[in-house]
């Protein structure tokens, strides 16, 4: 697709377009999307009338949906670069994005069609917030910062839907998965409901749940323009800014601020927790036939502050701070960079076999069972392979950094467990990837959330009458319980390892057993949880 597509102007009537739309089908992802960029830029200098385009537009939302969906798959499973071959993509999503809601505005502006065609306000109040929202979610999709003024155009099509007095009239939508309609300020409120999720820190299967979720649940959700009392708790808006809610003990209270009010929601998300319990499927709550367990319900717990209750408060207030960071993505890197020596299983007599008898022989035994330090650990790292980037800091806290890299390196992930070294310190820490975004520069924006205490290396496996002594072990790491955090102790494991109750053998000089309790945290490459130990 060129960026100046010719745009269809010999189009005569509904049918012809409903013909074009039914003939996409033999094209691929990237054609029909150009088809579908020249037919909306073309459709409105038409000789059509404005039920005619209207007619029009409602019969291709379905289509555009789709083609849209199969092109932004291009790019949603990983963070975004400016300078990636799919920036294209994501140009050309947005622009249909834009071109549909244009569309839509364009028929509404100076009541077009007289005042028959004025009982249709409603509806096209409603395509043109959700199709502007649509821009914004594209790139939360791609994990790229909104472009100046986008969240300024919602806010103002919005606003446009009150003036007319229409913001609060429901239109039918068949898109809408559970509710089969929506009004102006409930595809508003799913915009700022998405906003409100962390969603550069969600991954491409949590994103889709997310908006699909936001449009179920923003009938139970209200934006107050009057409150009895201030509750900095509470999340406001400005609608002149260029961003979606806030706290309003963050940006105080102005004239004309509007607050959230999702109290109501708690309720229907609280409900459905319980129902899960008594073992209710998802998909019979109206949350999708692909939201699946347990992963379906941890994410909804995770949307129960944010959506229901208020804004929850900094516990820890951030910092501006100058400073690099190191930071490795690698296991076996962290685990050198943390313990300062390679990972040694103690059981690797049997593992090693022949070539420990042959070691005893050439060596001595003593050679092979000791394990010295490393004098410079982080050059040893790079030696082996295991890549350490230089990252800046932008502000940080006690419980995390908000960092950038400005070149390239590494490839990191949501929810992956990272070593972090700060400028400041000289031991390694374990810190969970919490969000990515780019900005337009290429610069890589990340939220580090530190894992409480500091970490040291154990070797474990599991145990069972099917374990003997070759097992292998593996590396894993243990944080102790800091009080003044209320963290109690945990152990990081491998992903997966998790289960409660599973007991494991831990060798830290000597073997001891631990009882898996409750699973703390889980990312990509690993699980977090509480032990207790057995006693012997």
Known sequence: MTDSPQIYTDLRSVEQYRKLLRNLHTLNAA????????????????????????????????????????????????????????????RQVVRLWTALSTAYARLAEGGSGGDEFRAQWPLLAQRRIQYLGQVIIEYFRAHRAEPPGAWKSVHGAFLEAERAGVAHSRVIDPLNNTWKAQSPDEAYIALLLVDLTNPYGRNQRELNWICRWAQRFAPYCIMQSSWEKDDARAYGLDLSEDHGLRPIALIGSRPGMRRFDGHRLAAQIKAMLAEFKQGTTPASLGLGDDCSQPACARLLVSLYRPWGMSAAGRRFPRRSKKGGNMICTDWDGIGLLVSGQEFTPPNRRQTMGSRYDMNVITFGARVDDEVLPIMDP?????????NIDEWATVDHSVSGFRLQRKHPGQRIEHHQLVGIKPSDGNQYLLGQVSWLMYEPDGTLMAGIHL???????????????NVGNHEPYAQGFLLPEIAAMRAPATIVLPGGWFHADRVLELHTGESRQIRLTTLVARGTNFDQATYENIVS
Do not use: C, N
């Not at 982080?378 to 295991?386: C, P, S």
């Not at 970490?455 to 069972?464: D, E, L, N, Q, Y």
């Open 451 to 465: 894992l409480a205490g500091l970490p040291s290396t154990v070797a474990m496996r599991g145990t069972g009458v």
């Open 378 to 386: 982080e050059a040893e790292a790079i030696r082996r392979g295991y």
């Open 31 to 90: 054609e029909s999307h150009a088809t579908l960029v020249r037919m909306l830029e073309g459709l409105l200098a038409s000789p059509l009338g404005p039920e005619e385009q209207l007619e029009v537009l409602e019969s291709a939302r379905q289509t555009i949906t789709f083609v849209q969906h199969e092109m932004s798959s291009r790019y949603a499973a990983h963070p975004l670069p400016p300078d990636s071959s799919e920036d294209a993509t994501l």
